[in-house]
Nanobody, 115 residues
Framework: QVQLVESGGGLVQAGGSLRLSCAAS????????MGWYRQAPGKQRELVAT???????NYADSVKGRFTISRDNAKNTVYLQMNSLEPEDTAVYYC?????????WGQGTQVTVSS
């Protein structure tokens, strides 16, 4: 059974940094794309960043220049380094991983940025 577990969320002041991690367990996988999504109260879940198996990245315009996504294929882990955090970044952050046939989601980790 594939399981994605996020960690690293918490409370931080505006301008601060957090590093999120998401590790896959249940086997050795060849995820085509891994990424991060977030959902704030009253809003739909939105894409934050994705990274392909080969390292090609995509970012939401709102986080470009502030967030960096990376992955360690040997560890089946994806990371999100978040710098210069803003109150608007407050949300539950979800890990996502995609194979050719399946998509998987983590349970989410709360990120709260105070002003």
């Amino acid at each position: 059974q594939v399981q994605l577990v996020e960690s690293g969320g918490g409370l931080v002041q505006a301008g601060g940094s957090l590093r999120l991690s998401c590790a896959a367990s249940g086997g050795i996988f060849r995820f085509n794309v891994m990424g991060w999504y977030r959902q704030a109260p009253g809003k739909q879940r939105e894409l934050v960043a994705t990274i392909s198996r080969g390292g090609i990245t995509n970012y939401a315009d709102s986080v470009k220049g502030r967030f960096t996504i990376s992955r360690d294929n040997a560890k089946n882990t994806v990371y999100l380094q978040m710098n210069s955090l803003e109150p608007e970044d407050t949300a539950v952050y979800y890990c996502n991983a995609i194979t050719t046939l399946s998509a998987y989601w983590g349970q989410g980790t709360q990120v709260t940025v105070s002003s």
